[in-house]
């Protein structure tokens, strides 16, 4: 995802939410912030974050700019280790953070060996993933699966890796099989397990179960799985893909279908995957970047956590539910603003 421009087009909402905004800065209509703010609601203290990010997305929706000039075509070289390395985490019983400062991948230990939430990049699977697995106490050798949410560098470029040294089964959707084959990604894996909605998956005493959220990606997939924190069970709902950055608004007519197409689809997943965590009672949120679902001060916490102390990670089922509520707002307040267009 490009965060830098994220960063920035959230401060631009944040500044016309707070009525700040400068001369020159376009202005959202009511009917868009009235959703803005519905998120806002729904995010919470808890989901701060998530809606400065995903909301922060809808100017380059609805605003036409010019298309900027492609960028350079230069090869992109790899951020400096100092910049993205994380120690791992063990957030569960089952569950392990395995990922990177900004990125998460999410190990899941079974009785038959360990499934992998997300595989983030090339550059850090080995350091983070494999590296992470031995000093947590596991053995990389025991991954299985690797399940990837969707078909972007940061989160399926390390899947080859584990492919190609430890045999895992790569898993992911066919539309984003068919994208990163079409767009020719030097990392993509070899094509293996397809996904397809309601699919389970099954290892020892452990399944999980698949659902396809469209938007993000043409083929994004969202997971529903058990985790255990000693006595206690929970069931933890993984979204799979958060930001609409699929297109910026050229004016065209062409783009403003296409995102329009999206972002539609993008609410009615939302809007789905909202009933499947209501119905399976998810009390666990989690995200494949760590500033959405709270890693960012959840993993820190972990760390110090005591023995009968409430667990970070679950907050409750009410809280999942606002976390889709916040995805669906804002992708209600593009849709408002591209009606008028
Ligand atoms: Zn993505």
Request: with cysteine; net charge neutral.
């Amino acid at each position: 995802m490009k965060f830098i421009a994220a960063v920035l087009s959230a401060s631009v909402v944040s500044a016309l939410v707070l009525g700040t905004a400068s001369a020159q800065a376009p202005a959202l209509s009511p009917e868009v912030q009235k959703h803005i703010e519905a998120a806002r609601a729904a995010g919470g203290t808890q989901y701060k974050e998530l809606v400065e990010m995903v909301c922060g997305r809808v100017p380059d929706l609805v605003i036409p700019r010019p298309a900027a000039p492609a960028a350079g075509g230069g090869a992109q070289t790899d951020p400096p280790r100092a910049t993205w390395y994380a120690e791992p985490v063990k957030v569960f019983d089952n569950l392990y953070f395995v990922g990177q400062t900004e990125y998460s991948a999410w190990a899941i230990t079974t009785s038959q060996g360990i499934i992998l939430l997300d595989a983030i990049f090339d550059y850090s699977v080995a350091d983070e993933v494999e590296g992470g697995l031995k000093k947590l106490g596991l053995n990389p050798a025991d991954l299985k699966y690797v399940v990837l949410s969707h078909g972007h560098r940061d989160h399926a470029a390390g899947a080859k890796y584990l492919q190609d040294k430890y045999k895992a089964r790569v898993l992911m959707s066919a539309a984003d099989y068919d994208m990163v084959e079409q767009q020719k990604q030097p990392w993509r894996p070899r094509r293996d397990m397809v996904i397809t909605d309601g699919q389970r998956l099954t290892l020892g005493d452990t399944t999980l179960t698949f659902y396809l959220t469209p938007g993000h990606t043409e083929g994004t997939v969202s997971t529903v799985f058990p985790v255990r924190d000693g006595r206690n069970q929970h069931v933890a709902a993984a979204w799979g893909g958060t930001l609409f950055n699929f297109a910026t608004n050229d004016g065209t007519p062409e783009r403003i279908n296409l995102i329009r197409t999206r972002i539609a689809m993008h609410r009615k997943s939302a809007e789905r995957f909202r009933d499947i965590v209501t119905k399976v009672n998810a009390d666990v949120a989690l995200s494949n970047h760590t500033i959405y679902d709270g890693s960012k001060t959840k993993l820190p916490a972990m760390k110090t956590r005591k023995a009968g102390e409430p667990h970070p990670y679950v907050v409750g089922n009410a809280w999942v539910r606002r976390y889709l509520d916040v995805v669906s707002e804002c992708a209600q307040a593009a849709e408002a603003g591209l009606s008028s267009t």
